[in-house]
């Protein structure tokens, strides 16, 4: 089964559970403009939706192309983004307590946000209708 670097580069993120946010990490500023950013929340790593987002995300090969970014909240830990859990979930409107996640365009709004685990075709559908991408392609 070909794995994409995106996969490969998701599955080292998750593996990294003793990580923090580091003042290396890009602020979500930073990323405007330039990445979609997949902001994927929960109050439990073992939570069944969280798991099944994050098996998703690693069959899926598209983000590589479609400049995504994975950022992951779990409890109050952020990983990929300097902002802090909290205040990402309040900017974001996600639950502290429960599953979410949020994709964010390159403009910085709020193409999906779901209770429930995103595809790789539904996220590839979501960033192939975005204005951004379609000027992309032209």
Partial sequence: MRHSLFGVLLAASLQSAAASASP????????????RVLLVSTADAEDPQFRA?????????GGDDRDVTV???????VFGAREGAGELRRRYRLPATS????????????????PTALT?????AAIDAMPMRKAGQR
């Fill in 24 to 35: 290396t990490e890009p602020t979500m500023a930073q990323m405007q403009w330039h990445r």
């Fill in 53 to 61: 987002q994050q098996q998703a995300l690693s069959d899926w090969t």
């Fill in 71 to 77: 950022v992951r909240i779990e409890r109050n830990l």
């Fill in 99 to 114: 599953f979410a996640v949020a994709l964010i365009g390159k403009d910085g709004h709020v193409a999906i946000r779901s």
């Fill in 120 to 124: 790789g075709a539904q996220l590839q």
